[in-house]
């Protein structure tokens, strides 16, 4: 007799947590050397080195999630196909995927000499100011990098979902370790500034990239480099792109929305773009607390929905829900309360006037996380339930259609200037939670009653 599925049987309370520590410390070990290179660069360059990494935050956002389609897709496709028995499929599937990220990084690397000048005039605005050019010596080491960074994401993935997930692990752990030794070298002994922070990150993911084709190299997992050819042909690419589509959908939409944002606070100077870089920045470190509830959720709801257990599927919603929401107050009350905490910690810049508008951007950009914590867990509950358009239009209107509302018309129209770019994201998100919220339980029949969650068991 088989042992029953603690899933199934285990208070969700416990469950959750049993998720969200494991998920949450694979996170932030990636984060951690975010969090070191932000406080390195702010302490050794200012401001404007810490500005151009979050700068560039929306920028390598957009390009992950061109790739996020074929790195979920193929990791679920490789899942399926390992269960299945289907070992030559797996192959093809490595093969596809693995050209494809040297494809498409090696032609945003080639390219990246052609047209890193109007990328960085759009976010910053005139090429000759101390953020743009550290903004563009940051981002030409990182483009050029691309290759590596996503070869690191695909067999990552890869060996993760074909039964080797410390293999995985390890990988993460020797990017964030070699990213920080070199920050340390780069950055405080040799004084590279903001270009020692980019060739770090580029050699962390070099140095992970390496460690999993030696890992492949053994012949351990159900490809590998065997036989390899590079091929750009595969029948079953569509069906690959559609499980990874909604995923893409919510990291472009964000993305565009932090670019809108950032466009925007052009004409207010380089010091709203250099808070903007910072309070950016730290929002990237903090998200993640609502990410990791999400990853920790979605096998609960999965499982739940499979073995046709409808009431526990809703109270990993409510309480998942619940659990954000007091973190989310957390967050937002030390961004209220305590922001020149943070301006201190990870800002070279102690100039009052810098202190004013970095205090005020984040006692008003860190409003978001009241509400951010909620859409994700609603978004992946809606994804679970196969309600996937709804669930789409959530990261669509949060990321973008409400960003863009507020942005034309809260700085003009009602005459708040910066503070209305401030607070664009944190309404984006408070209306979009306001507006799903209030229509799904209005239709609560649809939604959140047992019948809509037997159905897709």
Request: proline share 3%; net charge positive; with cysteine.
């Amino acid at each position: 007799m088989n042992a029953p599925n603690p899933l199934g049987e285990a208070p969700i309370k416990s469950l959750f947590f049993s998720y969200y520590g494991p998920a949450l410390i694979s996170i932030l070990s990636t984060t951690l050397h975010q969090v070191i290179n932000g406080i390195l660069l702010g302490q050794q360059v200012g401001k404007e080195g810490l500005a151009a990494v979050g700068l560039y935050g929306p920028v390598i956002i957009t390009f992950i999630a061109l790739t996020l389609p074929v790195v979920i897709g193929s990791g679920i496709l490789i899942g399926k196909k390992v269960g299945a028995g289907e070992y030559g499929s797996v192959q093809t599937i490595f093969q596809f995927a693995t050209t494809l990220a040297l494809v498409l990084g090696g032609a945003i690397a080639v390219s990246t000499p052609f047209f890193l000048k109007y990328v960085v005039d759009f976010l910053v605005g005139s090429s000759n100011t101390a953020i743009a050019r550290n903004t563009a010596d940051y981002m030409f080491w990182q483009l050029l990098g691309l290759p590596f960074f996503f070869l690191s994401m695909f067999w990552g993935g890869f060996v993760r979902n074909d039964g080797s997930p410390k293999i995985s692990r390890n990988a993460s752990l020797i990017a964030v370790t070699t990213n920080i030794v070199l920050d340390l070298l780069f950055i405080v002994g040799l004084h590279w500034g903001v270009e020692g922070a980019s060739v770090a990150t580029v050699i962390a993911s070099l140095a992970s990239a390496t460690y999993l084709f030696l890992h492949i190299q053994k012949g351990n997992n159900h490809f590998g480099f065997h036989k390899f050819r590079f091929t750009l042909n595969y029948s079953g690419w569509k069906e690959l792109l559609t499980f990874g589509l909604p995923t893409f959908a919510s990291e472009l939409s964000f993305s565009i929305g932090l670019l809108i944002i950032s466009h925007s606070l052009v004409n207010y100077g380089s010091l709203a773009v250099s808070a903007f870089g910072l309070v950016n920045y730290l929002s990237f470190v903090f998200i993640r607390l609502f990410t990791a509830a999400m990853i920790a959720s979605l096998p609960i709801l999965s499982f739940n929905i499979g073995a046709r257990l409808p009431q526990r599927v809703l109270e990993t919603v409510r309480f998942s829900v619940g659990f954000t929401l007091v973190i989310g107050v957390i967050v937002t009350t030390l961004g209220v309360v305590a922001p020149n905490l943070f301006i201190t910690l990870f800002s070279g810049d102690k100039t009052e006037e810098f202190r004013q508008v970095a205090g005020g951007a984040m006692s008003l950009y860190f409003l978001l996380f009241l509400a951010a914590g909620p859409n994700y867990i609603l978004s992946a509950y809606l994804q679970s339930i196969g309600k996937s358009t709804l669930s789409t239009l959530i990261n669509g209107l949060k990321g973008v259609v409400f960003v863009s509302v507020f942005i034309s018309l809260l700085p003009s129209y009602f005459q708040m200037g910066l503070n209305g770019v401030w607070l664009s994201r944190s309404l984006a998100e408070g209306c979009t939670l306001l507006l799903v919220g209030l229509y799904t339980y209005l239709r609560k029949e649809t939604y959140y009653h047992e019948r809509a969650i037997l159905a897709r068991r």
